[in-house]
């Protein structure tokens, strides 16, 4: 019987998080015209620092939970003179578990 009960035992699979955790109302608060600085208090350090785009900041955030469908979100923010220009987002890919 223990032997048996082996076959069916699964390992527990930990929920993954990475990235800048970004949620509608933080995006909602960000505006055309804000300084950086106001950018980094509402969605703090950005995770990418392209050097080929150094008046963009990509926001990228993914979420793998134990159980369910992986989500992955990237915001990116664009600069001109320390201000917003424009603000980009998307919802990357959604797989199945």
Not at 15 to 39: C, F, H, P, R, Y
Not at 45 to 60: A, E, G, K
Request: proline share 3%; charged share 20%; glycine share 6%.
């Amino acid at each position: 019987m223990l032997s048996l009960s082996a076959c069916f035992i699964r390992p527990y699979k930990f929920g993954i998080t990475q990235g800048n955790v970004i949620t509608a109302s933080k995006v909602a608060e960000l505006q055309e015209g804000m300084s950086e600085e106001e950018v980094l208090y509402i969605l703090g350090t950005p995770m990418l620092n392209d050097v080929f785009h150094l008046n963009r900041w990509d926001y990228i955030y993914y979420e793998k939970p134990t159980y369910g469908v992986e989500k992955r979100h990237h915001v990116a923010v664009y600069f001109e003179n320390g201000h917003i220009a424009k603000i980009t987002q998307d919802l990357l890919q959604e797989s199945a578990a």
